[in-house]
């Protein structure tokens, strides 16, 4: 084999653990078998999903604030090694959190917040995960950096690999938005367009994956690592909100694993005191056309039914999501809900978000902005509670899905009597062409 799997799992002394920070193991979700840190993802006894156990030091709010402006000031809570820094890498994170007044008011809301991730390096919250990724698969002896997707994780494993130096292998459905393609090639790996689903193409990666052990599928064998990277939302959004957990939180549900995840982070930061423990309630949203696990929950069910997706909302769009379970433990636990929105409502939302806020979100987005919206509307959402909704993606890598819904307020000649004659200056019909009415 071309990796070493960690030696130890006990204590934050061993080898194995300190090449991972405070990673001391993995743990299985579902029946609780330990196993040494390696490239491993599930367990030998029931098949369930495997995940970081940790055994923190001493954090402290000073030390996180005093470290870099990403993702690494976080190293502690992380399972990447002290000088993860230092290494090639993206630096991703510390993506802004903006005080959404004016979509709060269009929605009738007391104080909303978007947590904007469009600006890391490959304008989407995948940066954060492949950082992590790739940090456990250089000390893995992993020599190329693999991944299937939906588009977003594509830009993300191609860019951290070529900044790292190192190969990149990425596999996407063949009739994925081409601003995806595009931003994908240019960094100059190996991109496979395959011609079926997401799901299809998943299957295809855990059958590469077996036959080369080389290659570090970031969401396939070093997933357990590549998932931690999504509890840094969690971490930056209580740390930019003053150290203290919002009240209620909206999030797009592809896999599940960045809501699982963000939970995790708020679980961790009350345990370690870094913030006040509280009640929070947790929102997951869908896109219609891929809902598997909101149909689950609207039906009271424990399992997620595979579904075959069909919505412009690629990025969210995987039929069989491997932690819709957990997802749906989160939601009730929390007194949340899962909901999801048709395409039509989902580019209503991306256009409501660029009018009031400025903030151009891809498809994903317009889904949580959408969710949002009904959630209040149907009063199952505290418009009074303090709430932060997810922006996982820019919405320049979805241009198709808002083309025929925009357009310029009016074509005219360049002369003053045009511009009066247009009647741009009418306020009601500004609001109107803008969407907030």
Request: hydrophobic share 40%; net charge negative.
């Amino acid at each position: 084999m071309a990796h070493t799997p960690a030696e130890g799992s006990e204590g934050t002394e061993t080898p194995g653990a300190c090449r991972f920070g405070p990673a001391v193991g993995l743990s299985c979700r579902e029946c609780g078998q330990s196993y040494d840190l390696g490239p491993r993802y599930a367990c030998e006894l029931c098949f369930g999903p495997l995940e970081i156990a940790y055994e923190f030091g001493a954090v402290t709010r000073e030390a996180i604030a005093g470290g870099p402006p990403n993702i690494w000031r976080y190293r502690g809570l992380l399972p990447v090694p002290a000088n993860v820094a230092d290494t090639p890498n993206t630096e991703p994170g510390w993506t802004r959190l903006v005080r959404a007044d004016n979509l709060a008011k269009a929605l009738g809301m007391r104080a909303l917040w978007v947590k904007d991730d469009t600006g890391n390096p490959t304008h989407s919250f995948k940066d954060r995960v492949v950082a992590v990724a790739l940090a456990a698969a250089r000390e893995l002896g992993f020599t190329v950096l693999a991944a299937p997707s939906t588009g977003n994780l594509a830009n993300a494993v191609a860019a951290a690999a070529a900044r790292a130096g190192i190969q990149s292998v990425v596999m996407v459905p063949a009739d994925l938005e081409r601003q995806k393609i595009i931003t994908t090639a240019v960094y100059g790996g190996t991109l496979l367009a395959i011609e079926g689903s997401y799901d299809d193409i998943n299957r295809l990666a855990s059958e590469i994956a077996g036959e080369h052990e080389d290659w570090a599928f970031v969401n396939v064998n070093v997933r357990p690592y590549y998932a931690e990277g999504s509890k840094t939302l969690g971490y930056e959004v209580a740390e930019q909100l003053g150290w203290r957990l919002p009240e209620q939180i909206v999030i797009p549900i592809a896999s599940g694993s960045q809501l699982t995840k963000v939970d995790k982070a708020f679980h961790e930061l009350a345990k370690l005191g870094l913030v006040e423990e509280r009640p929070y309630r947790v929102f997951g949203a869908q896109a219609s056309g891929c809902a598997p696990v909101s149909s689950a929950f609207r039906a009271g069910h424990d399992v997620v039914q595979p579904v075959r997706a069909e919505t412009i909302a690629k990025s969210l769009a995987i039929g069989n999501p491997a932690d819709g379970p957990y997802v749906l433990d989160v939601v009730r636990r929390t007194n949340g809900a899962v909901e999801d929105v048709s395409d039509e409502e989902i580019v209503d939302a991306i256009r409501l978000l660029a009018a009031t806020e400025g903030i151009f979100a891809e498809t994903a987005g317009g889904v949580t902005v959408a969710t949002l919206r009904k959630l209040v509307a149907e009063g199952r959402l505290d418009p009074d509670a303090e709430t932060v909704v997810l922006n996982t993606g820019d919405g320049l890598k979805t241009l198709d899905a808002v083309v025929d819904a925009v357009r310029p307020t009016a074509t005219i000649r360049p002369s003053l009597d045009a511009l009066r004659g247009a009647g741009i200056f009418d306020r009601q019909g500004h609001q109107e062409r803008a969407g907030l009415e």
